[in-house]
């Protein structure tokens, strides 16, 4: 796959989320994650497997986040199948820095997150 396939992949997958969260879908956001993936997600704790990281941001669209925007993107590619995304963000009751986002192609063209490692900084 060529690096501008790999990229709108990325792009598409992320929008995605961003779209699943801002309008309340958590199982939408836990479905751009591998099965068996792993969230950082500092301070609150680490979250291992789509069904933990699905509860997690249930919990926060319940608590009332929303409107999530990231800040200046950068996406860097590793290899011809991942790529890491690291950004700024902000929501409606919070802010803070991606610090990794390790978006893995998969066998149908999309691209998934294996790692995500962020921070809440307000």
């Not at 986040?65 to 790529?83: G, K, L, N, R």
Request: hydrophobic share 40%; glycine share 6%; aromatic share 10%.
């Amino acid at each position: 796959m060529t690096d501008n396939n790999l990229l709108k992949a990325v792009h598409a997958a992320s929008d995605r989320w961003k779209s699943s969260f801002n309008s309340g879908n958590a199982a939408g956001c836990a479905n751009q994650y591998e099965e068996t993936a792993v969230m950082n997600a500092r301070p609150f704790g680490t979250f291992t497997g789509r069904e933990a990281i699905q509860k997690f941001w249930q919990n926060l669209i319940d608590d009332g986040f929303s409107d999530v925007d990231y800040i200046e993107p950068q996406i860097e590619i590793v290899d011809e199948t991942s790529a890491i995304l690291t950004s700024k963000w902000k929501m409606n009751k919070a802010g803070g820095v991606i610090h990794k986002e390790l978006w893995v192609l998969q066998t149908d063209g999309t691209a998934k997150l294996r790692e995500d490692d962020f921070e809440a900084q307000n």
